[in-house]
Nanobody, 124 residues
Framework: QVQLVESGGGLVQAGGSLRLSCAAS????????MGWFRQAPGKEREFVAS????????YYEDSVKGRFTISRDNAENTVYLQMNSLKPEDTAVYYC?????????????????WGRGTQVTVSS
């Protein structure tokens, strides 16, 4: 069983930055493909970014490219999401997810393991 715990959310003004962290349990963290998703009120959960086992391949949703960076520290069993130039439309609950799947995973149904989420609010 994989357990994921997100942290780092909060309230920030537009143009500001936040770094989200996701701590994972299990000694095979390096085998997981990790993803970040977000869900705004009244909207479906959407893909934000993902990173593969070695950390060399990362994928981003178009609206966050150039502003968000996903990274991982396998020694610390942690994945990060650095969010810069935040916009009010980035406001959402952000979820960390993991999968042992080998294909690039960009949909919620690709991920069997989820954290409880952390709220990010960007004021204008």
């Amino acid at each position: 069983q994989v357990q994921l715990v997100e942290s780092g959310g909060g309230l920030v003004q537009a143009g500001g930055s936040l770094r989200l962290s996701c701590a994972a349990s299990g000694d095979t963290f390096s085998s997981y493909q990790m993803g970040w998703f977000r869900q705004a009120p009244g909207k479906e959960r959407e893909f934000v970014a993902s990173i593969r086992w070695g950390g060399s391949s990362a994928y981003y949703e178009d609206s966050v490219k150039g502003r968000f960076t996903i990274s991982r520290d396998n020694a610390e069993n942690t994945v990060y999401l650095q969010m810069n130039s935040l916009k009010p439309e980035d406001t959402a609950v952000y979820y960390c997810a993991s999968t042992f799947g080998t294909a690039t995973a960009m949909f919620p149904q690709d991920y069997p393991y989820w954290g409880r989420g952390t709220q990010v609010t960007v004021s204008s």
